[in-house]
């Protein structure tokens, strides 16, 4: 199984093809002027039928290597849980169920803490995180990967990432550190 991209947008394409994919075809609007050389800022598109609360596509050398979308309308943990739930179950549903599926607690918060009590304030501490993701073998060394996560404002996030591409990003982000 492969993963080419996002949505109709393959990785690799170039500005105006996000462009177009997003802001014409999906209705998404484009926020001009918080664009940087590397990035394009788009929200109120949606996805599954979810509207996509804020979405930022990453580049490299115009190609898109990265997109990172949030739905971020989650004031408690048990609609952000439910949603989570169920955007891991459609993304195993589309490609696999994955191995990569994870709750990682730190303490002072615990596997077996009492979940009414104290679940949802140790997420917004940053002390439990949930995360699963889904890599998909490329012909580069890199595979290609989908991330989800829960945020610690609650908010869901999904990355979609080229590996090869996005690993080159990284390196160029690095050098201006």
């Known amino acids: 199984m492969e993963l080419k ?37 788009f929200s109120r598109f949606f996805i599954a039928n979810r509207k996509v609360d804020n979405s930022c596509f990453y580049f490299i050398d115009n190609k898109f290597c990265r997109v990172r979308i949030t739905f971020d309308y989650n004031n408690n943990i048990y609609p952000a849980l439910e949603l989570y739930n169920m955007i891991k179950e459609e993304i195993s549903n589309k490609y696999y169920v994955s191995d990569n599926d994870y709750v ?20 917004r501490k940053g002390l439990i995180e949930y995360a699963c993701y889904w890599n998909f073998p490329s012909e580069y060394d890199e595979d290609n990967y989908i991330i989800l996560r829960m945020m610690s404002d609650l908010s869901i996030q999904i990355s979609y990432e080229h590996g090869h591409l996005n690993g080159k990003y990284i390196k160029s982000k690095q050098m201006e550190w």
């Open 5 to 41: 991209g996002f949505l109709n947008i393959p990785f690799g394409s170039d500005k105006e093809t996000v462009i177009k994919e997003i802001e014409e075809n999906r209705k998404g609007r484009h926020y001009e002027n918080e664009d940087t050389e590397d990035r394009m800022y």
């Open 104 to 123: 990682k607690y730190t303490p002072p918060a615990y596997e077996d803490d009492d979940f009414d009590t104290m679940h949802e304030n140790s997420v």
